[in-house]
T-cell receptor, first 108, second 116 residues
């Protein structure tokens, strides 16, 4: 089966940096996704990692280590609108399997 | 970019009735679509994989006779919740595979189902 772990909740201050970790175990792995989801809405694509290393995209960066089954999402210069759930998802053959999600609260 | 349209966005139905949710790929053909369910403050749980022209593949614990999936064309998959009960109230989201956008997975906007 698949196992994806990420923290349930995190809090951070506006303007700060926060790192959300994700560990996974799965077969048929092709890549790892990070999504942002606001309550009652569909998830929004943030990043995709297939090779080891860091992918940077504006204020968001994502890192992957395939050998360690580990990824993190780094959010810089936090804004209030970044308060949302962040979902780590891994491919299991052609399926996309989600972790439980991390609810991030950004405070002034 | 690839767009997936999901309807309805919200539906309220009485216990015992059936509800159909549609998922359409607007500008691409999707041989595979996925149906997820999300309860409040929980993550997306994969229910089934919908394959065009063949039977859907259901995840363990999902009742195939209760959640009927039809993928009759390359642009349309439907999920019918049969004999709905209040515990079926949830947020249902579909996803379609399109290789050129978002590395393959595009999501619909979701359907909020409330069974009263």
């Amino acid at each position: 089966g698949q196992n994806i772990d990420q923290p349930t909740e995190m809090t951070a201050t506006e303007g700060a940096i926060v790192q959300i970790n994700c560990t996974y175990q799965t077969s048929g792995f092709n890549g790892l996704f990070w999504y942002q989801q606001h309550a009652g809405e569909a998830p929004t694509f943030l990043s995709y990692n297939v090779l080891d290393g860091l992918e940077e995209k504006g204020r968001f960066s994502s890192f992957l280590s395939r050998s360690k089954g580990y990824s993190y999402l780094l959010l810089k210069e936090l804004q209030m609108k970044d308060s949302a759930s962040y979902l780590c998802a891994v491919t299991h053959y052609n399926k996309l399997i989600f972790g439980a999600g991390t609810r991030l609260a950004v405070h002034p | 970019g690839a767009v997936v349209s999901q309807h309805p966005s919200r539906v309220i139905c009485k216990s015992g009735t059936s509800v159909k949710i549609e998922c359409r790929s607007l500008d691409f053909q999707a041989t595979t679509m996925f149906w997820y369910r999300q309860f409040p403050k929980q993550s997306l749980m994969l229910m089934a994989t919908s394959n065009e022209g063949s039977k859907a593949t259901y995840e363990q614990g999902v009742e195939k006779d209760k959640f009927l999936i039809n993928h009759a064309s390359l642009t349309l998959s439907t999920l019918t919740v049969t004999s709905a009960h209040p515990e079926d109230s949830s947020f249902y989201i579909c996803s379609a595979r399109e290789e050129s956008t978002n590395y393959g997975y595009t999501f619909g906007s979701g359907t909020r189902l409330t069974v009263v």
